[in-house]
């Protein structure tokens, strides 16, 4: 005889107790995450062609807070504003900023797949009816390490840029770049490593709970 839980009318009850209506949001929540997953993949080789072209490419750059007054109307008008970053256009790469630029954007481009890959797999075991498995407990470490890794790599790749832009554009004095420290990304992966922690405890629980049935 089949343990899987059945409705009154004998059809299968799913074993989260989600019905038809939250299994297809969640499918299509993981082909939002999967067509996420190809934009990425598609700007990143299209920026790393640009970057590989090495003309007039966009770069953003953290700058010390300046005050300055900003126009927001075709007509001259503008307010103050604190400035944090700019957005410099680069006539010519060097081949070190060119060096720097890809690494970035490669390595960026691969967090930002993890991530959204290890949301999409455990999406599809939620839809599945499994919520203390193992391989969730596993993708939520996943999603932990990537998190602090890309965080690393956004510090360390952001110094690289700057100073290779600024010697791109003639600038010898860098005083004025500012490496921004992003504590979200760090606080987002503590949270996920608790949620593992605890979805890890969980599947004990269970694991001794069906051990007693």
């Not at 999967?34 to 490419?57: L, P, Y």
């Not at 010390?64 to 927001?72: G, K, R, T, W």
Request: with cysteine; charged share 15%.
């Amino acid at each position: 005889m089949s343990d899987t839980p059945r409705t009154s009318k004998g059809s299968v009850r799913h074993a989260l107790g989600l019905d038809r209506g939250d299994r297809a949001a969640a499918w299509l929540i993981v082909a939002l995450l999967a067509a996420a997953i190809v934009g990425s993949a598609v700007f990143a080789v299209t920026r790393i062609v640009t970057i590989a072209q090495g003309v007039d490419v966009p770069v953003t750059l953290d700058i010390a807070p300046i005050s300055a007054d900003v126009p927001i109307a075709g007509d001259g008008t503008t307010i103050p504003a604190d400035v944090h970053s700019v957005e410099v256009t680069v006539p010519e790469l060097t081949s070190s900023a060119q060096a720097a630029l890809t690494t970035q954007t490669a390595l960026l481009t691969a967090v930002n797949i993890i991530l959204l890959g290890c949301m999409g797999l455990f999406t599809i075991t939620i839809i599945r009816g499994h919520a203390f498995a193992k391989g969730n407990v596993a993708i939520m470490w996943s999603a932990a390490s990537t998190l602090i890794a890309g965080w690393v790599v956004g510090l360390v790749t952001d110094n690289w840029v700057a100073a290779s832009v600024l010697e791109a554009l003639g600038i010898s004095d860098p005083a004025s770049i500012t490496v921004t420290f992003q504590f979200v990304p760090l606080l987002a992966a503590i949270i996920i490593s608790f949620v593992a922690a605890a979805m890890s405890y969980g599947r004990r629980i269970e694991k001794d709970v069906d051990g007693l049935v």
